[in-house]
Structures are given as C-alpha cells and as structure tokens.
C-alpha cells in the first residue's frame, strides 16, 4: 500500500494569486496522477506527473495555468495559477503502481482551494 | 475505456446488504471492472476489482454477469461508515498506471 500526505489541507487564496500543492508518497512509484473534483462533482483528471519529464495534460487543462513538478519517484507539486473563483474545487493526488501489477489507485485527502 | 451508468443515490438499513448496481453494456474483452469509493472529505478509496468471475474480499463482493454486461457490488452488512459515494469504473489494463476515469457514482446512505 502506500500512504499519501498532501499540502496543505486547505487554503483561502485571493483571486490572481497562485497556489502550490505538495504530494509526499511514502514509497517510490511508477505513477502519479493529479485529478480535481468541483464542489458536488466527480473527479476530473488534470494531469499525470512524469518523473523527469514534463507532465501529461487532459484535454482542457494546460501547464501555463496548473504547472506540475516531479523531481522524484515520490514527490509532486500542483500549481494553480492566476486563481479566479471558479478555480474553488478540492485537489487530489494520487499514485498508482505501487508495486508491479498493483491494480489499486492510492488518493490523498485533498486539498480544499476556496479563491475570494 | 467503457462508459459507465449507476443510479445517482441509494438508501440501505444498517446491517443489511447494500447491493449497487453498475451498467457496462460496452465493455470490451480486456476490460476491468473496479469500484472506488469516497467517504466524504477523503480521497477514494480502492474497494475491488474483477474480470469476469465474482470475486470477494474483505471489505466487499463483485458479481459480475455472464455477458460482462452489468454487476453488482455488494456490502454484506453495511454499517453507518459506509456511506460514500461508489464508483464503477471500467478500464482497459490496470497495469496502465492506474488512472480512472470517474463517472457520476452512486451516493450510498446507510441509516440506521
């Protein structure tokens, strides 16, 4: 299994500023994957995070506006940048391949992103 | 991957089987069937997968129909901590990483 801490839990941030979320796994991974889930809603995959490499993008999201780092096999950041009110959504990590063959997707708490 | 269709809420009694229904009609072959849910203010949490035989676990059963069309999670004694939202989903190869693609779930309320 594999444990995921995110960073911080919760912020109220002024419109036009940026935000920068931090995702600690407790093991190496193979994979790891940002999604985010607007208030009553599922969950939307924004991106999956490449060790070394520049991430992955959904269609609909772009790396000017929700830049993503990967320095290690256990460590990411999300940005959100130039906040507006609809940017208020809870922000998730996750990671996936925690061991070869693993089929199951390990989520951290989530952020909470209110932008006023 | 395989679109999915679940009711949007359920009720279940505390102690009873929770069963949740999961229309797959256009699954292909190598297709997996996995069910996540999220507890409210947490991250989704892995429940079960299968192929094409039912599988069970500890934490829940996976019923799946001979046609691969449809199945069926079930929580044999559903207790209060199991209210969540349940996601269905299907994907190609579970060895692909792992990323979901979410669809509406059903919201299970357990009551008392």
């Known amino acids: 299994s594999a444990v995921i801490s995110q960073k911080p839990s919760r912020d109220i941030c002024q419109r036009g500023t940026s935000l920068t979320i931090q995702c600690q796994v407790d093991?190496?991974?193979?994979?790891m994957f940002w999604y985010r889930q607007q208030p009553g809603q599922s969950l939307t995959l924004i991106a999956t995070a490449n060790q070394g490499s520049e991430a992955t993008y959904e269609s609909g999201f772009v790396i000017d506006k929700f830049p993503i780092s990967r320095p290690n096999l256990t460590f990411s950041t999300l940005t959100v940048s130039n906040l507006s009110p609809e940017d208020s959504s809870i922000y998730l990590c996750?990671?996936?391949?925690?061991?070869?063959?693993?089929?199951?997707?390990?989520f951290g708490q989530g952020t909470r992103l209110t932008v006023v | 991957d395989a679109k999915t269709t679940q009711p949007p809420s359920m009720d279940c009694a505390e102690g009873r089987a929770a069963n949740l229904p999961c229309n797959h009609s256009?699954?292909?072959?190598?297709?997996?069937v996995y069910w996540y849910r999220q507890i409210h203010s947490q991250g989704p949490q892995y429940i079960i997968h299968?192929?094409?035989n039912n599988e069970t676990n500890e934490m829940a059963s996976l019923i799946i129909t001979e046609d691969r069309k449809s199945s069926t999670l079930i929580l044999p004694h559903a207790t209060l901590r199991d209210t969540a939202v349940y996601y269905c989903i299907v994907r190609v190869d579970y060895n692909a990483g792992n990323m979901l693609t979410f669809g509406g779930g059903t919201r299970l309320m357990v009551k008392p």
């Open positions: 299968g192929l094409k």
């Open positions: 093991s190496q991974v193979t994979m």
């Open positions: 256009t699954i292909s072959g190598n297709e997996y």
């Open positions: 996750s990671a996936g391949q925690v061991s070869p063959g693993s089929p199951e997707a390990f």
